[in-house]
Structure formats: C-alpha cells, structure tokens
C-alpha cells in the first residue's frame, strides 16, 4: 500500500474530510489535542489528530528514503497521505518540529530552529492568538472542478515517485469542453487519459462505468458561479481517488474487516484507454490484434509506421467528401471521440439532417441524455467497446458506398439462406420439446407452454439483446478443462443447483478455484435463462455481484464459469443449523452484509443503461466471498429495462414463494419496488436468522414479517432478533434495521421506499425522518402458512416456476 500519491480527494459520507487551517482568535475554545496553538511546538514524531481521530498531522518517511516530510495522513492507515506540506524541503533527520507562527503561519522548523517551510499568509489585520486546527470534516474546496468563466481548475497532482512527493508530471481533473464536461488526466499539459464525455448520468468513455451515478459520482453543474463540479458518493466507509506517478486514477475503498485499501477500478484499463492510440480516424479495440484499426473509408496516413504498430500518425480519408452527395457508416458501441459539440435540443433523425446539411460536419452520435453530438476536423480518441457505448455516426463520400451495392445481394442470399435454416432448425426443436414435455404433462399434471420464449416482453427483449450478446465475447475455457477441473462433474463437487442447472467447484491446472454452472438438459427455461445470464451478467461489474469469469458452449453443452465463492451462500450460512460458520455471522457482519446486498441491488436498479430487476432475490443467491462480501448471484430470471420503463408485468411469474412481493406472485407485476420488497424478506431473516418461508411462531401465531412488526411496533424490537447475537450496545441499529426491512414489505408498492432511500436509511443518514411501517397483510393470520409450518405453495405457484425456480426448503 504504498502507491505514490500527492493529492486524494477524500470523502466520509459525502463531506469532504481534509485539513483546514482556521486562522482564528482564540475566543474560540477547542479541543487541545487537534490544535496547534501559536508557539507550541509540536516535535517529531509527536502527532495531532482530528477530533474522531481519522486524521493526523505529523511527519512521515516515503519508503526508500529517510527524509522526513510534515503531512496529514489517516489515522488508522499512516501510510496514507493526503497531503504534504515541504514537499520541495524535507528534512534530513527527525529533528525537525512544527509550529504555529505569532502571525498565523504554520512553520516547519529543523534542527537548528532554521524556517524550512511556511505557510506564507499574509494577513492586512493583525491576528491575536492563532490556533491551527485539524478537522474530521469540512472543507468543500477540495472538489475536482473547473470554472468555465475563468477557465480555473481544481486538480489532482501526482508524486514524481514513490520516495519523492515533488509534483510530478501528471496531473489529473474535470475539462469542460462546449458545455459537456469529462475527467482527464493531462501528462505535461497533454491528454493521456479522459473519461468521455458525462452524459449527465455516466461519462460515456467509461466501460464499465454505466454505474457511477449510482456509486455517488456526479457532476453537478453551478449556472451561476460558472462551475461544473465532480462530487463523490455517499457511502459509509472511506474512499480515495488517487492519481500516482505512472498517470493511473484508482478508486479505493478502505477495507475495515481486513484493515487495508481495496482497489475498486483503475483508470487506465487498458491500452486503448490511452488516449489518441490510434491517431486521428483510427478506432481501438482492446479485444482485437492488433488493436488499432482504420475507420472505414479511411487508410494509414503512413503505411510504414503503421505497419510496425506506431499507430499515432492515425488514418486519412480515401475519397474526399463532396458535401451534398455524402453518406454515413454507423459504427456500433462506440467511446466517441474527443472535441465533440453537443447540441442539446437535438432528436435522433434531426442529427442526421444537420450534419449532413453542414459541410463542415464529418461525423455524429447521439446519445438520449445529450441529445446530438457533432463533430468537425477531426476524430480522435475513438474506442470500440463491443456491449456498451454509443453508435457514432461517420460521413463518408459517397463512392464509398457505391461500390458496395454490388456486393450486398451476395451477402443478402446466402443470410437469408442460412435464417431459413436456422428457423427450420428452432421449429424442429421447438416441436421435439413440445413433444417431450408433452409426455411430462401426463406424468406431472403441469401444463407446459413449451416455448423458448413466451409471449411476455421478456421474450422481445431477449430477441433484441441474443443478437446483440456475443458469447463468443467471453473467455472461453474448454469443455475438457472444465471435465477435467471437476473431475468430470462428480457428485462430491457439486455446490448446489442454480436457476438452470448444477453449479460445481473446480480447480484448474494452475490452483485457481472455479464455479461451474452447467445447462441442464431436463431445465425446462433452461436455455432462455442461460442466455439472460449470459446478457445482464457479462454488462455488469460490482463488487456485490457475483463475477462471470468465462463461459462454453460446445455442441450440446452451454457452461458459465463463476468465481468460486468460499463461505458459499448466505442460506447456508444463516440457516444451516449444524453449519459451524453460524457463529462467525455476528451483528456487524450481518450488518455489512446488509448494506452490501443493498449496494448490489443499487447497482441494478440504478445503471442508466440496463436497469435491471433481479426478481428472485433471496438467500441462497447471495453468495459470500472469503471476506465475507455479499455477491448477489443468479440472474436467469432478471428482467432489463429500457431508458424510460420502470415495471412490467408477466404472464410467466418466476421468482421464489417467501420473497416475492404480493403484487408481483398474484399479478406479475413487478418494478424495482418487488425487488425491494424481497429485500426486506431479507433484512428480517439476517436479523432472526430464521427462513421466512421455514419459520412460524407458535406462541404467537405469526409469521416472521408478523412477528417482526408484532415486536417492533410494541417497542420490543430488540427481542426480535437472533439470540445470541442480540446486544443493548447494538439496539438501536438492530431496530432501525427492523423498521427498515418492514418498511420495504409493505403491501403497496408506492409505500415502499427505493432502494437509494433504503441504504441512506441504513448508513444512518436519514435518522429522524425514518418513515413508520404499515402493519403487513397478512401479519395476523400467519400469512398464506399452515401452522404446521408447511408451505403452501399453490398460493403463489403457477404452472411454470414450480418447475425449478421454487426454492426447495
Ligand atoms: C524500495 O526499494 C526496493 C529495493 O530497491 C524496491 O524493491 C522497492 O520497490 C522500492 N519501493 C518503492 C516504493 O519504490
Ligand atoms: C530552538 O528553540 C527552542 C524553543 O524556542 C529552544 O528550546 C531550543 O533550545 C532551540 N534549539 C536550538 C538548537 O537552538
Ligand atoms: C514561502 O516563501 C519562501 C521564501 O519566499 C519560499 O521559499 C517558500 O517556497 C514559500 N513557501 C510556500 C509554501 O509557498
Ligand atoms: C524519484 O525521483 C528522484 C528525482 O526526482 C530520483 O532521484 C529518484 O531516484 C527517484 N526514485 C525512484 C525510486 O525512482
Ligand atoms: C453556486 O455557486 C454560488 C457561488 O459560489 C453559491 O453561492 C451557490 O450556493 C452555488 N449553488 C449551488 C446549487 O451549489
Ligand atoms: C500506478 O498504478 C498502476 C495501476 O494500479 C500500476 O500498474 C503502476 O505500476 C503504478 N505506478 C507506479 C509508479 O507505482
Ligand atoms: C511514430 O511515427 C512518428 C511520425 O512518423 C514519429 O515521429 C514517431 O517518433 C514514431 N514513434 C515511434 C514510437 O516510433
Ligand atoms: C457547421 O458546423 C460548424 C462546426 O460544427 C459550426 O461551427 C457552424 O456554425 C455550422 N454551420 C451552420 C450553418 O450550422
């Protein structure tokens, strides 16, 4: 953990936490030991710490040097700087001390009481009493911005290195270019890294960044000062933003269980990420080799350099454009280039027009939050992503069209060829499945519709997105090593039965340790939720879901490669009775688990590009890492919506008897507030360590959401949770837990809280305004249960998710 850093931005729920130095009178009384008063010395290695004690300042040592610096570091994580005083004069012994000068200034002093460094100030009025203070929070000039009026920018300044925290070469902020702003990372004035353009939701040229409005990152624009500012998410715990020496932003999250930094992202990825790869027309693609290739109706601007992978001299334009006799090449899933001019009004087909009427146009986009998107000159910085991303629109002479009308009757006969085939091929196998659940019925009782894909509009969006998925995208493993890893997927490595099909460990050749998810032949909606994995899992990266490593598909077999997740899910964990890791799962754990299935659920719901209802959130899909990290896993049932839906409703209910909301298990609608509603299923069975559909009170007659509000809204919340783990010191985070998870079970839909709310409710940002809970539906009569504890499942059963999506208690 000693990645060399100048500046960070730092942030503990919301409120930027950095030095402030309050020159002030000594009216005001504070705290000794976070202040310095004028002519104290404080000597190294004496230390002051903010009053919470999150920062200090004192000197520290870089590794692979013994000078000393005078800095503000974190408290828990010394090795952390956040800030550097001299920078350019560090002392050569540890005989230095800090001071606070009679005219407000702090001074570093060395050995021989010689100023090595000041402050500087100069005050007109003469100060009485200066105090320094060091604060736990506060000062909001710390954000990454830049004023469009005076053009100043806030930045983040990199190290020269490790040992040296001379300003280095990179520096790193917020540019706005016409009116649309992205992050860049400048080395010596020129760009090497930018985010693309933010959309107001996203930054366009982030991959994998199509959550980061919901992760708290944002750009929020101030009309009247002229700044555009870069905020930070609010989340409970401590993140930095660090530019190092080598010109990398890497986002990490301090790590409390294990006391250490975890890297969330870095910044950037990949080679094409750098920007201008592929100069001027060219295209990157990290997946391709070689990477950088021309646009269409482009050629290298010199054949020789190109050739030996000096790509920077980018392509130029084969046939000149004519103006009025031009066409346009759509490229798909697009990082547009740099330089864009956003015309925010725009609809989609008017781009068209205007850059076509416009001479100077030479290529556009569009993208629904920005509107038109133009360029003229040149195109720069363009990346291809594959899955996400926008389509960028390329004019192109017309006689670059021309001469493929020929060829597209060639190509047009055989396609149609082969989708004939195809379809005969779906038809045949439709009709033998057809046939063979046909026997089913006989045997069962359950009529089958025997479809690949209903009729709901599950099915179009899934027709839509199977074009559009690219398995082949994934890594691929072989048939034989996944065999040969689970030793050919024997019994003794089974791990449990996902949506379609047996999940298995195993291990690969080099020790690693996979999940194994395997199509089963006899899944009735096996392969349509295969393919739904397949689609929302590989756009998706969290740290609460689980992670796709890779898939297979030869000939009959269709496999998903999981990492493996040690502490298995949390079913076995809280439910298993003889599991011995019950003991582990203590209140803070839960806790962090809660917040964490809650972040997943975020994440899902919140992605501007795919929303996504998960539908079948329960135990035994949240899986747990070696550290405990919840990993919402399983996503054959989620639903993707498009920019503007926010429900649906379907025919075809799936989803688990316990955990779906009663509007979705009686009237298959569903939204984002089903989700919720079997997230508080969840909230509550963390908290009693009981399984919602498993437990009922004798005594009381209730069921576990009964027996939750009973407790709760008697003001006994406490006895409510699990024994053992139940504690006064604890309480009142227990309760508003209680009260959290039975305000996402209430009956209505529009009474339940979003999921922001719910984790804003959690981390204790909203405290007071807690909303109160409506009594449950069916908190009397101990729900739709016998009391013997049996299930009655034709409550909200139907025809198809007993086949396999019932949860087998
Ligand atoms: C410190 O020096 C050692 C040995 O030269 C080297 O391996 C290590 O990477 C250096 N650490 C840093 C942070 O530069
Ligand atoms: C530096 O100043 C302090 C207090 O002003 C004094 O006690 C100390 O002797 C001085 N040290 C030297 C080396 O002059
Ligand atoms: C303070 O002024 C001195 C002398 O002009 C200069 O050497 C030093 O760099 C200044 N310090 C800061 C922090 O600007
Ligand atoms: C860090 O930079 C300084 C010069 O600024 C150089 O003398 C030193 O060798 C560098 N250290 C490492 C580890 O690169
Ligand atoms: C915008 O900036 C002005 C001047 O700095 C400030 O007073 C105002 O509160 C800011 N508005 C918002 C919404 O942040
Ligand atoms: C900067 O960070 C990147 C990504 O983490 C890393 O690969 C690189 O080695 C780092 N540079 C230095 C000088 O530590
Ligand atoms: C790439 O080509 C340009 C122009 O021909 C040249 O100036 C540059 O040095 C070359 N870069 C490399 C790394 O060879
Ligand atoms: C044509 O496009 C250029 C560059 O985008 C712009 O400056 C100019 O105003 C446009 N002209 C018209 C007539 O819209």
Same mark, same amino acid.
């Given at each position: 953990?000693?990645?060399?850093?100048?500046?960070?931005?730092?942030?503990?729920?919301?409120?930027?936490?950095?030095?402030?130095?309050?020159?002030?009178?000594?009216?005001?009384?504070?705290?000794?030991?976070?202040?310095?008063?004028?002519?104290?010395?404080?000597?190294? %290695?004496?230390?002051?710490?903010?009053?919470?004690?999150?920062?200090?300042?004192? @000197?520290?040592? %870089?590794?692979?040097?013994?000078?000393? /610096?005078?800095?503000?570091?974190?408290?828990?994580?010394?090795?952390?700087?956040?800030?550097?005083?001299?920078?350019?004069?560090?002392?050569?012994?540890?005989?230095?001390?800090?001071?606070? #000068?009679?005219?407000?200034?702090?001074?570093?002093?060395?050995?021989?009481?010689?100023?090595?460094?000041?402050?500087?100030?100069?005050?007109?009025?003469?100060?009485?009493?200066?105090?320094?203070?060091?604060?736990?929070?506060?000062?909001?000039?710390?954000?990454? #911005?830049?004023?469009?009026?005076?053009?100043?920018?806030?930045?983040?300044?990199?190290?020269?290195?490790?040992?040296? *925290?001379?300003?280095?070469?990179?520096?790193?902020?917020?540019?706005?270019? =016409?009116?649309?702003?992205?992050?860049?990372?400048?080395?010596?004035?020129?760009? /090497?890294?930018?985010?693309?353009?933010?959309?107001?939701?996203?930054?366009?040229?982030?991959?994998?960044?199509?959550?980061?409005?919901?992760?708290?990152?944002?750009?929020?624009?101030?009309?009247?000062?002229?700044?555009?500012?870069?905020?930070? *998410?609010?989340?409970?715990?401590?993140?930095?933003?660090?530019?190092?020496?080598?010109? =990398?932003?890497?986002?990490?999250?301090?790590?409390?269980?294990?006391?250490?930094?975890?890297?969330?992202?870095?910044?950037?990825?990949?080679?094409?990420?750098?920007?201008?790869?592929?100069?001027? @027309?060219?295209?990157?693609?990290?997946?391709?080799?070689?990477?950088?290739?021309?646009?269409?109706?482009?050629? *290298?601007?010199?054949?020789?350099? !190109?050739?030996?992978?000096?790509?920077?001299?980018?392509?130029?334009?084969? #046939?000149?454009?004519?103006?009025?006799?031009?066409?346009?090449? $759509?490229? $798909?899933?697009?990082?547009?280039?740099?330089?864009?001019?956003?015309?925010?009004?725009?609809?989609?087909?008017?781009?068209?027009?205007?850059?076509?009427?416009?001479?100077?146009?030479?290529?556009?986009? /569009?993208?629904?939050?920005?509107?038109?998107?133009?360029? =003229?000159?040149?195109?720069?910085?363009?990346?291809?992503?594959?899955?996400?991303?926008?389509?960028?629109?390329? $004019?192109?002479?017309?006689?670059?069209?021309? #001469?493929?009308?020929?060829?597209?009757?060639?190509?047009?006969?055989?396609?149609?060829?082969?989708? +004939?085939?195809?379809?005969?091929?779906?038809?045949?196998? $439709? !009709?033998?499945?057809?046939?063979?659940?046909?026997?089913?019925?006989?045997?069962?009782?359950?009529?089958? +519709?025997?479809?690949?894909?209903?009729?709901?509009?599950?099915?179009?969006?899934?027709?839509?997105?199977?074009?559009?998925?690219?398995?082949?995208?994934?890594?691929?493993?072989?048939?034989?090593?996944?065999?040969?890893?689970?030793?050919? @997927?024997?019994?003794?490595?089974?791990?449990?039965?996902?949506? @379609?099909?047996?999940?298995?460990?195993?291990?690969?050749?080099?020790?690693?340790?996979?999940?194994?998810?395997?199509?089963?032949?006899?899944?009735?909606?096996?392969?349509?939720?295969?393919?739904?994995?397949?689609?929302?899992?590989?756009?998706?990266?969290?740290?609460?879901?689980?992670?796709?490593?890779?898939?297979?598909?030869?000939?009959?077999?269709?496999?998903?490669?999981?990492?493996?997740?040690?502490?298995?899910?949390?079913?076995?964990?809280?439910?298993?009775?003889?599991?011995?890791?019950?003991?582990?799962?203590? !209140?803070?754990?839960?806790?962090?688990?809660?917040?964490?299935?809650?972040?997943?659920?975020?994440?899902?719901?919140?992605?501007?590009?795919?929303?996504?209802?998960?539908?079948?959130?329960? *135990?035994?899909?949240?899986?747990?890492?070696?550290?405990?990290?919840?990993?919402?896993?399983?996503?054959?049932? +989620?639903?993707?919506?498009?920019?503007?839906?926010?429900?649906?409703?379907? +025919?075809?209910?799936?989803?688990?008897?316990?955990?779906?909301?009663?509007? /979705?298990?009686?009237?298959?609608?569903?939204?984002?507030?089903?989700?919720?509603? =079997?997230?508080?299923?969840?909230?509550?069975?963390?908290?009693?360590?009981?399984?919602?559909?498993?437990?009922?009170?004798?005594?009381?007659?209730?069921?576990?959401?009964?027996?939750?509000?009973?407790?709760?809204?008697?003001?006994?919340?406490?006895?409510?949770?699990?024994?053992?783990?139940?504690?006064?010191?604890?309480?009142?985070?227990?309760?508003?837990?209680?009260?959290?998870?039975?305000?996402?079970?209430?009956?209505?839909?529009?009474?339940? %809280?979003?999921?922001?709310?719910?984790?804003?409710?959690?981390?204790?940002?909203?405290?007071?305004?807690?909303?109160?809970?409506?009594? %449950?539906?069916?908190?009397?009569?101990?729900?739709?249960?016998?009391?013997?504890?049996?299930?009655?499942?034709?409550?909200?059963?139907?025809?198809?998710?007993?086949?396999?999506?019932?949860?087998?208690?």
């Amino acid at each position: 953990m000693t990645v060399p850093r100048i500046a960070q931005l730092l942030f503990h729920r919301s409120i930027f936490l950095l030095l402030l130095l309050i020159i002030q009178s000594a009216a005001c009384l504070s705290r000794e030991e976070d202040t310095i008063s004028a002519g104290v010395v404080i000597k190294d %290695p004496q230390t002051i710490a903010s009053q919470n004690q999150i920062y200090k300042l004192g @000197f520290f040592t %870089p590794p692979n040097t013994t000078n000393r /610096y005078l800095g503000i570091f974190f408290a828990f994580s010394q090795e952390t700087v956040v800030w550097v005083a001299n920078r350019y004069t560090p002392l050569k012994d540890s005989s230095g001390a800090v001071t606070l #000068s009679r005219d407000g200034n702090l001074v570093i002093l060395d050995g021989t009481n010689r100023t090595v460094w000041s402050t500087n100030l100069t005050t007109t009025s003469p100060v009485v009493n200066p105090v320094a203070q060091i604060l736990d929070t506060g000062n909001l000039g710390m954000t990454l #911005s830049m004023n469009v009026k005076t053009g100043k920018r806030v930045l983040l300044t990199a190290w020269k290195n490790a040992t040296d *925290p001379g300003i280095g070469s990179f520096t790193g902020g917020l540019d706005v270019v =016409s009116g649309t702003p992205q992050l860049v990372n400048w080395n010596e004035g020129r760009p /090497y890294w930018r985010s693309g353009q933010w959309n107001g939701l996203i930054f366009l040229g982030i991959k994998l960044m199509f959550y980061a409005y919901l992760e708290g990152f944002n750009v929020v624009k101030n009309d009247s000062a002229g700044n555009f500012v870069y905020t930070t *998410p609010q989340i409970n715990g401590f993140v930095t933003l660090t530019l190092n020496s080598s010109g =990398s932003v890497t986002r990490k999250e301090w790590n409390g269980v294990e006391k250490r930094w975890d890297v969330v992202v870095t910044y950037p990825e990949n080679e094409c990420d750098v920007y201008g790869k592929c100069g001027p @027309f060219g295209s990157c693609n990290a997946l391709e080799s070689p990477i950088c290739t021309c646009m269409r109706g482009f050629e *290298p601007a010199n054949e020789d350099e !190109w050739g030996r992978g000096n790509w920077s001299n980018g392509c130029r334009r084969r #046939s000149q454009l004519r103006c009025g006799d031009d066409g346009f090449e $759509r490229l $798909r899933y697009m990082k547009v280039p740099d330089f864009a001019q956003p015309l925010p009004s725009g609809v989609q087909d008017e781009c068209r027009t205007r850059c076509l009427g416009n001479c100077s146009c030479i290529a556009y986009a /569009y993208d629904s939050y920005i509107g038109c998107m133009f360029w =003229s000159n040149t195109l720069i910085d363009t990346q291809e992503f594959g899955s996400v991303g926008v389509d960028l629109y390329v $004019r192109l002479s017309a006689s670059e069209f021309g #001469s493929h009308k020929g060829r597209k009757l060639y190509i047009i006969i055989p396609v149609t060829v082969s989708f +004939a085939c195809i379809c005969i091929i779906i038809f045949i196998a $439709r !009709w033998l499945m057809v046939k063979r659940r046909g026997d089913k019925v006989k045997d069962t009782g359950i009529v089958e +519709a025997g479809q690949m894909f209903t009729t709901d509009s599950t099915a179009i969006v899934l027709r839509n997105e199977a074009k559009e998925v690219n398995i082949g995208e994934l890594p691929k493993f072989t048939f034989e090593m996944l065999a040969k890893a689970t030793k050919r @997927f024997h019994e003794d490595n089974l791990l449990g039965r996902g949506g @379609f099909g047996p999940v298995y460990k195993g291990i690969l050749a080099n020790g690693k340790e996979i999940a194994v998810k395997r199509l089963s032949a006899e899944s009735g909606q096996g392969m349509q939720e295969f393919m739904n994995e397949v689609i929302v899992i590989s756009k998706l990266q969290h740290r609460n879901l689980v992670k796709l490593l890779g898939g297979c598909v030869e000939k009959e077999e269709k496999i998903l490669i999981y990492e493996y997740m040690p502490n298995k899910s949390l079913d076995a964990c809280l439910f298993g009775s003889t599991n011995p890791t019950k003991k582990l799962l203590d !209140w803070n754990m839960r806790y962090s688990i809660i917040e964490g299935i809650g972040r997943g659920i975020l994440y899902l719901h919140r992605d501007s590009r795919l929303r996504i209802i998960h539908r079948d959130l329960k *135990p035994s899909n949240v899986l747990l890492d070696q550290d405990w990290n919840p990993k919402i896993s399983d996503f054959g049932m +989620a639903r993707i919506f498009g920019g503007n839906e926010d429900h649906g409703s379907t +025919a075809r209910v799936v989803g688990t008897y316990g955990y779906m909301a009663p509007e /979705y298990g009686m009237e298959g609608r569903f939204s984002e507030k089903s989700d919720v509603y =079997s997230f508080g299923v969840l909230i509550l069975e963390i908290i009693k360590g009981k399984k919602n559909t498993r437990y009922f009170n004798d005594e009381l007659s209730l069921s576990l959401i009964g027996c939750a509000w009973k407790m709760w809204s008697e003001g006994n919340g406490l006895s409510f949770v699990e024994e053992g783990i139940a504690s006064r010191e604890t309480e009142e985070e227990m309760v508003r837990c209680i009260q959290i998870g039975l305000l996402c079970v209430q009956e209505s839909p529009n009474d339940r %809280p979003v999921i922001q709310t719910v984790l804003s409710m959690l981390s204790g940002e909203i405290v007071e305004l807690l909303p109160l809970p409506k009594q %449950p539906v069916f908190a009397e009569n101990g729900s739709t249960r016998g009391p013997n504890g049996s299930t009655q499942q034709n409550v909200y059963s139907n025809n198809e998710h007993t086949l396999s999506m019932l949860d087998g208690s």
